[in-house]
């Protein structure tokens, strides 16, 4: 495996790439879509005149506007769904991330905005932007694209599932038989949970959940309270499903079909409103401000705080309306006064407005021809010679490379310390754990056991604080320590520290790692972790545990880099000194993978690099603030997002520095956040194994001709041609060389 690995990771680069100001024509639909294929999609920066060499590095020209790259980064997702190289349920599968994607995005970045406007705040970023203006973009930009999704799903998936026996019956396609089982449904299980609502002077209108599904529904008539027609609010019951799959018996041969709530309820309205016409049922769904805001100078108690916000989150300010296509323009405009919104808020669906509810139906269908292959995760050999993971650990660090590696080693070195009687006390970081997973569960089993454990609890993690909320209570009852971190700084390093006692002497364990603390995720992102025994280095997560939980001033950390202390300011003289190797004639390349690149002045210092002339390849699967390509400032720097199966998270640092190699891997991406208002880490691969596995790794993404995009100078994503050259996806060469079966 590691011989085809390399072979693959040894490709030379593709060197047919899209020339600046030119496009590439649409490819053919896959079967009847008429959707067309974009291979480049723009970042809302306008092309501008080419800077002076000597131009000032932090001239607005020579930055994307970070809101308008997140948006592109979701652009990028929803293309997945008409790239047949992915099984057709994977490709329904990236069609609703994008949903989920854009409501994150409306909720936190497009809310941010608003705020922002409304507090007549005109500040800007790096590029120069207003608020207005990139809301007005983002708007533009944001309903061409849902309206090309609805499209994707009408007019080639839809299609595409119905020819391998997968169907959604619309109400014109019902028989008798499935007509008369829906009403059954309904009578039994829509009816006795469904609150319509009347609208008048005694019934104003209702106060919405965040992201629910409700209908407008015009009356005529009286009722039997004599009241005159008008509208009503119709909320869908959040205890049903939105998607529901048919029995067996009322199914075409052959096929699996199912039937959206939505046309229940639009089947049966009358018997909600007896004696009454109901005129027209129109969806709707409302995305609200869903940023939660926790001053700092005004909380003694963070965990009661989260508590009150998150109920809060549920009813913020409107920030996007999305209403069925036929819904009357007068009824829209209603809705519309009803939140506040303006008509570039208004998002008009030709099909559910909550798509992100469909993902129900990839776990009814048990078709495992439409998704992908399942693989074995690799492990690695150390692991596998060794009874005792302490034995392994302590004979060498290991490195793992997850999804393609298992997660299970990491959860397994935590229960063996937590029945190990020599272990004495056990330190871990928690940012997005469920309650219930094996890492927490092997946490108590220590507790229970008499360890000491402290674990440092992250409650901010964004929409999973109440998960974080209930591990807390479950550890604390348990009889660990439990801690928020520091106030003002979210805790996002990913760390664990183990105390044994071995011969006599307290010997140290830590897992350093880029992803989270999760078996699920760890199935899905890609990720490095370290398990190490190496004295300083333990050592050094002790010092950041320690400065977490108690107080006093900054500790000195011999081989770590943690924000807010050092990371910012060592990975700028990083990149400083390999241009300074560069200028003295020396070979000089650096690599960078994170998910996002938007700190000016970590942008600045790659544009010194390329100006001095340091080969500079970033792989940046998100936003990226960094203009590539501009003669003079970035001409020697190249940027690449890879999208595929997994999603990438690996947060890689490679410095060539004159021969003697540097690789570092983190929890931090390129971003102000990390940098300044985090604790994270990045810790070196000090094994000269491991840091050329890594390198090799990294090799890979940079010669992927299949899941990789290019940005251009003038902000627009290009697929890499691929002409003659054989196909190489980075991801399945990883599987490959890594996994035990794929």
């Not at 209403?323 to 099909?351: I, M, T, W």
């Not at 333990?538 to 939980?549: N, R, Y």
């Not at 501009?630 to 890879?642: A, D, K, L, N, Y």
């Not at 520095?657 to 940098?675: I, L, Q, V």
Request: hydrophobic share 40%; with cysteine.
């Amino acid at each position: 495996m590691e011989d085809s690995h390399s072979r693959r990771a040894s490709t030379p680069p593709p060197s047919g790439s899209v020339p600046e100001g030119e496009s590439r024509g649409p490819a053919e639909p896959a079967g009847d879509a008429v959707t067309p294929r974009l291979n480049q999609t723009g970042t809302g920066i306008k092309p501008k005149a080419i800077p002076d060499p000597e131009a000032d590095l932090g001239d607005p020209s020579l930055y994307f506007n970070r809101e308008l790259s997140n948006l592109q980064f979701n652009i990028r997702v929803l293309e997945q769904a008409l790239d047949e190289a992915h099984p057709l349920l994977n490709r329904l599968m990236f069609l609703l991330i994008f949903s989920s994607n854009m409501d994150e995005f409306f909720e936190i970045r497009v809310a941010g905005l608003k705020h922002q406007i409304a507090l007549g705040d005109e500040s800007t970023g790096a590029d120069g932007r207003s608020p207005r203006s990139v809301l007005a973009e983002i708007s533009q930009l944001a309903h061409a694209q849902v309206a090309r999704q609805y499209q994707i799903l009408n007019e080639s998936l839809i299609p595409a599932l119905e020819r391998q026996g997968l169907r959604f019956r619309r109400r014109g396609e019902w028989n008798d038989a499935l007509r008369d089982w829906v009403r059954e449904y309904f009578e039994s299980e829509i009816m006795p949970v469904i609150s319509p609502i009347g609208l008048d002077p005694s019934h104003p209108f209702p106060r919405l959940v965040n992201k629910s599904l409700n209908f407008i529904v015009e009356l005529e008539g009286k009722d039997a309270f004599g009241r005159e027609g008008g509208l009503a609010i119709l909320p869908a019951p959040r205890s049903l499903p939105r998607v529901i799959a048919l029995p067996e018996a009322l199914c075409e041969a052959g096929f699996r079909e199912f039937v959206f709530l939505s046309s229940m309820i639009h089947a049966h309205a009358e018997e909600l409103f007896p004696g009454m016409a109901v005129r027209g049922l129109y969806q709707f769904r409302l995305t609200r401000n869903a940023d939660l805001s926790v001053d700092p100078e005004e909380v003694s108690d963070l965990a009661s705080a989260l508590r009150g916000e998150l109920l809060a989150r549920r009813y913020g300010s409107g920030v996007r309306l999305e209403v069925a296509d036929n819904c009357p323009e007068e009824l829209a405009d209603f809705l519309l006064k009803q939140f506040e919104l303006e008509a570039s808020d208004l998002y008009r669906v030709h099909g559910p407005v909550n798509l992100t509810r469909m993902m129900s139906v990839l776990s009814e269908v048990d078709r495992p021809d439409l998704l992908y292959r399942p693989f074995t995760p690799g492990m690695a050999k150390s692991l596998l010679r060794k009874e005792s993971l302490f034995a392994a650990i302590a004979g060498g660090d290991i490195l793992l490379h997850h999804p393609f590696q298992a997660f299970s080693p990491v959860e397994d070195l935590l229960r063996e310390a937590a029945r190990d009687p020599d272990v004495l006390a056990i330190k871990q970081t928690l940012y997005r754990t469920g309650a219930d997973s094996a890492i927490v569960g092997a946490l108590v089993e220590a507790a229970g056991n008499g360890k000491e454990v402290t674990v440092v609890i992250e409650l901010r993690a964004r929409f999973d604080e109440a998960d974080n909320l209930a591990l807390a209570s479950r550890l604390q009852e348990a009889g660990a320590i439990v801690i928020y971190g520091v106030m003002a700084y979210k805790t996002h390093a990913k760390m664990m520290h183990i105390v044994r006692r071995e011969r006599g002497k307290l010997r140290h364990y830590a897992h350093l790692g880029t992803g989270n603390y999760h078996a699920r995720t760890a199935k899905l992102y890609t990720d490095y972790s370290l398990l190490t025994a190496d004295p300083t280095l333990c050592a050094d997560v002790h010092k950041v545990f320690q400065q977490l939980s108690g107080m006093g001033r900054a500790r000195h950390i011999d081989r770590l880099l943690h924000a807010p202390f050092t990371l910012h300011e060592r990975l700028v003289a990083m990149i400083d000194r390999e241009a300074e190797h560069a200028r003295r004639g020396r070979t000089a390349r650096l690599i960078i993978k994170c998910n996002s690149l938007t700190e000016p002045k970590l942008i600045q210092a790659l544009y010194r690099a390329s100006r001095a002339g340091v080969e500079c390849d970033l792989i940046i699967r998100g936003m990226c603030c960094l203009r590539p390509g501009v003669p003079g400032i970035s001409e020697s720097i190249r940027v690449r997002s890879v999208v595929g199966r997994f999603l990438e998270h690996t947060r890689v640092f490679h410095f060539h520095n004159d021969g003697k190699p540097e690789t570092w891997c983190s929890s931090a991406d390129f971003m102000a956040r990390n940098m300044f208002h985090r604790v994270e880490t990045a810790f070196p691969l000090r094994d000269k194994k491991l840091a050329a596995r890594v390198r090799k790794d990294l090799e890979t993404y940079l010669v992927d001709n299949c899941q990789s995009w290019l940005l251009q100078p003038d902000g627009t994503y290009h697929r890499p041609e691929r002409g003659d050259s054989a196909p190489i996806s980075a991801q399945e060469t990883l599987l490959y060389a890594y996994a035990a079966k794929a």
